[in-house]
């Protein structure tokens, strides 16, 4: 945040007032070890590093510029996670894929639920805000609070949300709707708060809906266009956090999603 932060707000200067809010966990770091490899996917939960206990009154000082500051209770939330991500795992098919990699499965769908509800508080802190100025919003930004932009924030019109895929080096590139998004509230709303939709797929093993998938073959140098349908049936059935936004634009009307290539980087 001390690095970050002052190079965001520079990013987003412009003929407009921003009001930036924070919604993060109480602990500084991640809260798991790497563990070995060959344990259990249970056996590293709960193992918390010793990490510095962020304070709320602390970072209002630090960052004055936020009108809205939460912390959230890590290590209960990570518990009420890890719980849900354990019975999901469980319900998982037995295949190959699930029997050699249930520690991956575990963590797609625990890492998912812990950011999709940050982003649940972060959309009902910008509700609670439109409410008490009566003033909307006209373009909301979700981003996490250790990137920067190395270009001014490009900014959506009114049926867009512009992203950015967030890259970690050259090679290596994180989900598309990790790090940044950004459009009116009313649109990107199925992004930001998806959180309870997700956790009802969970609890009905419903880890996939069902949808048609166009696919192209090539036989003798002709090109045939087919559908088939996709569901939890025909996958190892877990739902990463990607496929899952994903699944969420398309659900959103006349939506065009522009790449403005703003080279948003992770700081770390």
Known sequence: M???????QDAFKGQHSVTYSL???????????????????????GETNAQERLATSDLAIQFPELSHLTLLDKDKIDQEHTAISELAVA??????????????????????????YLSKLAYET??????RSGTPFDIV??????I??????AWPSQNQIVVDCLSRSRRQKLNLFD????????????LLNGYDGYRRLLENKEFYKAYSQALWIEQFGVKV??????SSEDTDGFLRNETFFRQQVAAIKDLEIIDKKLKVRLVR
Not at 103 to 114: C, G, H, R, S, V
Not at 141 to 146: C, H, L, Q, S, T
Not at 179 to 190: K, Q, V
């Open 2 to 8: 001390e690095y970050c932060f002052p190079r965001l």
């Open 179 to 190: 790090g940044f998004f950004a459009g009116r509230l009313d649109l990107i709303e199925p």
């Open 126 to 131: 910008t509700q609670a805000e439109e409410r």
């Open 148 to 153: 920067v932009l190395s270009k001014k924030m």
């Open 91 to 116: 319900g998982l098919k037995s295949t190959p894929w699930i029997l050699r990699h249930r520690q991956e499965a575990f963590m797609d769908i625990f890492t998912t639920l812990n950011q999709l």
């Open 141 to 146: 930004v979700r981003a996490r609070p250790d």
């Open 225 to 230: 266009k087919y559908y088939r349908e996709i």
């Open 23 to 45: 919604t993060t966990w109480n602990v500084r770091g991640s809260s798991f070890r790497k563990g070995n490899q060959r344990r259990s996917f249970t056996k590293d939960i």
